[in-house]
Nanobody
Framework: QVQLVESGGGLVQAGGSLRLSCAAS????????MGWFRQAPGKEREFVAG????????SYADSVKGRFTISRDNAKNTVYLQMNSLKPEDTAVYYC?????????????????????WGQGTQVTVSS
């Protein structure tokens, strides 16, 4: 089992940057592929980015490609989401999620119901 705690959210002007962190408890962090999701008011939760266990393979939603970068540090049990060129439509609660995965190079899923563990979320607000 793993517990996830997100941090780094806040209020930023359009065009600005934020870096989200998700710290995981436990000694098996490297056994999980990780994802970032977001949910805006009145909208369904959506996939933002994912990273494989090995940190080599990544995947992004089309809406954030070229602006967001997901990474992980298995030694620190942490996954990051660097968000640049933020837009008002990026405003949402951002969640990290963990999925037990056998493959070191794959295992990224874009459906939230394929992840077993979730953090409590961190609010990101982008003003215009």
């Amino acid at each position: 089992q793993v517990q996830l705690v997100e941090s780094g959210g806040g209020l930023v002007q359009a065009g600005g940057s934020l870096r989200l962190s998700c710290a995981a408890s436990g000694r098996t962090f490297s056994s999980y592929s990780m994802g970032w999701f977001r949910q805006a008011p009145g909208k369904e939760r959506e996939f933002v980015a994912g990273v494989s266990r090995s940190a080599i393979v990544t995947s992004y939603a089309d809406s954030v490609k070229g602006r967001f970068t997901i990474s992980r540090d298995n030694a620190k049990n942490t996954v990051y989401l660097q968000m640049n060129s933020l837009k008002p439509e990026d405003t949402a609660v951002y969640y990290c999620a963990a999925r037990p995965t056998v493959q070191a190079m794959g295992g990224i899923r874009k459906r939230g119901d394929e992840y077993d563990y979730w953090g409590q979320g961190t609010q990101v607000t982008v003003s215009s």
